[in-house]
């Protein structure tokens, strides 16, 4: 589970004599940061930790899922933010040879990816630690008609919502979204969270489905995509149709602030526990976060990530689009969420987003449904790296 946090600051004012005294001393302002920029330095195979004991096969099916997309698009479009992962026609030879790789053996994909790509240490400015999170797909009780054991509305899409790439704007904006209503020719801001709640949606024929849990809708919003069991006895599964343009806010920073929880305590589970014996407080806490997902029903294989492509549990990966590209394989080394004296190392496929998924080396790995996935999902906050694996025919400039 994914949580921001935002570093304070203080500042000193000296006055008069007092300031004419001390100003030699004064400390000197510290340098900015250079702003966000994803890196890349060649490696080899044999640099990847775990390479040879990963079942790399299980992430084939990922692989081809964008495979498949890629084959959909014109050979010279590039792929991901500057073309950093070549054109569309540099994967058409690896994902050809794809096809014909035996299932499940794992020697002759790992032979294929030997064959075809070079491993490139993604950094942030060459820095190639970061965080690495985890979602699911969630699971409620729920029911297809309005009932009182079933008070909490899942609304589709409203036909007036109206959602930006700004990336279509300016370069300088590439992967980053907004959304809104127009109002008097001018995009306007939508509902937030705590006006959608209190019933300004109501009445418009956008309910989808009603749940039982307020709590578990609010989780389901931010993992994007869950099962509804009905009570009927039938199965609704829905994923991510829109976004109200509002920020994602992570109420995990609001309870450490109120000392409800430390900051080493808080995930899913410590969460909604907190919000479950507080129901008097969840409401408010909850509408910290003022964006509000909207829902659509699903069918296939499962929840489509931002590249129109099913996710595979524990193979696919959600990224910062602005960064990173999609459909390319990447390689994790993080501590493993449910035992860090370990490490998780295993071969993954970039394939979706998130809005708290910010940095070039930054990763949410999508886990599944059921309990344990959502035991991953929901401890996971784990320091590691990830390395890019191109096709050999792209050229990366060097240190880009």
């Known amino acids: 589970m994914t949580f921001h946090h935002r570093p304070g600051f203080s500042a000193i004012v000296l006055f008069g004599a007092v300031a004419l005294l001390f100003s030699a001393c004064a400390p000197k302002e510290e340098a900015k940061p250079p702003p ?37 698009q014109p050979a010279d479009r590039p792929i991901g933010p500057n073309g950093v992962a070549g054109t569309i026609g540099d994967w058409q030879v690896p994902c050809a040879q794809l096809a014909d790789l035996p299932p499940g053996d794992d020697a002759a994909a790992r032979a294929f990816f030997e064959a075809n790509f070079t491993p490139y240490a993604a950094g942030n400015n060459g820095t190639r630690e970061g965080l690495f999170t985890g979602y699911y797909e969630a699971e409620l009780e729920g029911s297809r008609k309005p009932d009182p054991a079933y008070p909490v509305p899942l609304y589709r899409r409203p036909a007036d919502l109206v959602m930006v790439d700004l990336g279509d704007f300016s370069d300088r904006w ?90 080493e305590e808080v995930s899913l589970q410590t969460i909604r526990a907190w919000l479950l014996a507080h129901p008097d407080q969840a409401p408010a806490v909850m509408n910290v976060n003022p964006s509000y997902v909207f829902f659509q029903p699903l069918s296939g294989d499962g929840p489509n990530g931002a590249q129109g492509v099913a996710l595979t549990p524990g193979r696919s990966l959600a990224v910062d689009s602005k960064f990173m590209p999609y459909g390319v394989p990447v390689w994790l080394d993080a501590e493993d969420p449910l035992d860090t004296g370990q490490r998780l190392q295993r071969l993954l496929v970039a394939q979706d ?11 949410d790995v999508f886990w599944g449904h059921g309990p344990e996935a959502e035991q991953r999902a929901g401890v996971m906050k784990s320091r590691g790296s990830y390395t890019l694996l191109l096709p050999k025919s792209v050229k990366v400039a060097a240190g880009g």
């Not at 801001?189 to 418009?204: F, Q």
């Not at 987003?353 to 990763?363: F, Q, S």
């Open 353 to 363: 987003t998130g809005g708290a998924i910010r940095g070039p080396v930054r990763g």
């Open 36 to 72: 966000d920029a994803l890196t890349l330095a060649p490696l080899s195979f044999a640099d990847l930790p775990g390479w040879r004991t990963d079942p790399v096969a299980q992430a084939v099916p990922a692989l081809a899922r964008s495979c498949a997309r890629f084959k959909t």
């Open 174 to 263: 590439k992967g980053e979204r907004t959304a809104g209503r127009v109002i008097d020719g001018k995009l306007k801001p939508y509902e937030d969270r705590a006006a959608i709640v209190a019933g300004s949606l109501k009445g418009k024929g956008l309910e989808l489905v009603w749940v039982k849990d307020p709590i578990g809708a609010f989780f389901l919003q931010i993992q994007g995509s869950g099962r509804i069991q009905l009570a009927d006895g039938g199965e609704m599964r829905v994923g991510y149709a829109g976004q109200n343009g509002h920020k994602y806010v992570a109420i995990g920073k609001e309870l450490i602030e109120r000392g409800a929880l430390k900051r």
